[in-house]
């Protein structure tokens, strides 16, 4: 880490170093870092100039940034590791990590069958964090109104599919043309908002006449109001994220007209998908023969090479990334 944000995220932020590949101890592997997934709550590991680090959670500086990756073992001093295991855990931006399978969040294995990629993005923790969403959270039931917002982004992307497969009416929110597009052409939404476009108030009328459901949160700010306005008895809004809010300074009200809850019965409930890890096994049963049969689709987005893990998280802000924003690694294995 070499500077706390002061603008927009960028390469200035970061500084290179390079050492010796680490050896494991006792109790430990190594890892050669393959896929990197993007999250954009990593802005509280950056940090922001001017606030203390105790507050935001920021990464010391001089020290390496973190982030959720798709690892191979290639050396191991671990019982529950092996060489050749693909690995999903949070490790620094760095080709060789040294881990011992606790952390922020636990390590765990991705089956051997199922591409890396798709262990860092569907099977990792924006696939986990919209599935346990929409089945356990949302608990949604065919026919009833889905709003999400983040539409196609890495947990939208994948959101907005399962609620269509369940049979839900599904009236997706996203930003700019290339997204609203995908969103039209293969996602099956039923309804598609452009909200650097469009009146999201007008339009929330026109789609749901009878009301909303279920609302699927990941950017926070206006549309959470305007959707409370228009939610129905027994309503459901999940609390998945709340990009919008994260750098805002000063800080962005809350919902004005939250109330709503009480009147309708309603409830508004978060979900951390890092709790829901340890049900990665489901997930991939679930998900797989829907992705092998081609009825859900893994819409990533990708980079390559560890000096764009920057650019990485700075599209996250900039909406750039359609599906799910990856970095594919390119350093070598260690002979
Ligand atoms: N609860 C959990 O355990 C959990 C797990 C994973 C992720 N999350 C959260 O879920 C949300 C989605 O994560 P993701 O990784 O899938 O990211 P993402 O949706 O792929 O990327 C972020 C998107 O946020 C939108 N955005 C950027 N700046 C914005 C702003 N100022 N106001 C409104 N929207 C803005 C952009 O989409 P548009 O162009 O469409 O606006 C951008 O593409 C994030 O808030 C993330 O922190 C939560």
Known sequence: MGKRLDGEVSEANFEWSEGQV??????????????????PTQVFLVGEAGRPETE?????????????????????????FQPGDLVHSHVGWEDYSVGDGTGWAPAYRIPSD??????????????????FGVTEVAKGKPGETFVISGAAGGVGSIATQLAKLRGLRVVAIAGGDRKC???????????????????????LKEACPDGIDIYFDNAGGPTLDLVLDRLRNGGRVILCG??????????????ANYLQLIMLNARMEGLLARDYL?????????????????RLKSKEDVL?????????????YSGANVGKQLLQMDAPKPS
């Open 181 to 203: 597009a995908w969103l039209r052409e293969e996602s099956g939404a039923d309804v598609v908002i452009d909200h650097r476009k469009e009146d999201v108030a007008q339009r």
């Open 114 to 131: 199922v591409p890396p990629n798709w262990g860092a993005g569907v099977f990792g923790i924006t696939g986990v964090a919209a599935y």
């Open 56 to 80: 935001s959670g920021a990464i010391p500086l001089g020290e390496v940034m973190r982030g959720f990756a798709v690892s191979e073992v290639v050396e191991s001093r671990h019982p529950g």
């Open 278 to 294: 340890p049900r990665v096994p489901e997930v991939v049963g679930a998900l797989l023969p829907l992705l092998r049969s081609g």
């Open 304 to 316: 390559v090479g560890l000096r764009n893990a920057p650019t990485g998280l700075a599209r996250l």
């Open 242 to 255: 709340a990009t919008s809010r994260y750098r805002a300074n000063p800080p962005l009200p809350g919902p």
């Open 22 to 39: 680490p050896a494991p101890g006792e109790g430990q592997y190594l890892l050669h870092n393959l896929w990197y997934s993007f999250d």
